[in-house]
């Protein structure tokens, strides 16, 4: 099982950045699939939730109305688009899958925004 994320970058606030999640190694359709991240000294934080339908979405407050999470199940592709970004989004974003039992995460990718 295996787990790429990229997409990140570099923005200045107000812009946005769509990040990629590539999955192997298990049936990607059946799977709920996550985007969490993690700022330096802050506890890992998730950000988006999404059924292997594309249904059973979920946002923390913090991020609802500005990140939408879509999937590609015919290219084992998960996506987490980020609107209006803020300096409080920067943090290491990472993508994450339960199969059977173990949570599988990428190497994550560095989202920072500032002016």
């Known amino acids: 099982v295996q787990v790429v994320e990229s997409g990140g970058g570099l923005m200045q606030p107000g812009g946005s950045l769509r990040l990629s999640c590539v999955a192997s190694?298990?049936?990607?359709?059946?799977?709920?699939m996550t985007w969490y991240r993690q700022a330096p000294g802050k506890p890992r934080e998730l950000v988006a939730g999404?059924?292997?339908?594309?249904?059973?979405?979920v946002y923390p407050d913090s991020v609802k109305g500005r990140f939408a999470v879509s999937r590609d199940n015919a290219k084992n592709t998960v996506y987490l688009q980020m609107n209006n970004l803020t300096p409080d989004d920067t943090a290491v974003y990472s993508c994450?899958?339960?199969?059977?039992?173990?949570?599988?995460w990428g190497q994550g990718t560095q989202v920072t925004v500032s002016s």
């Open positions: 994450n899958v339960n199969f059977q039992g173990i949570n599988y």
């Open positions: 190694g298990f049936t990607f359709r059946l799977y709920y």
């Open positions: 999404i059924g292997g339908d594309g249904g059973g979405t």
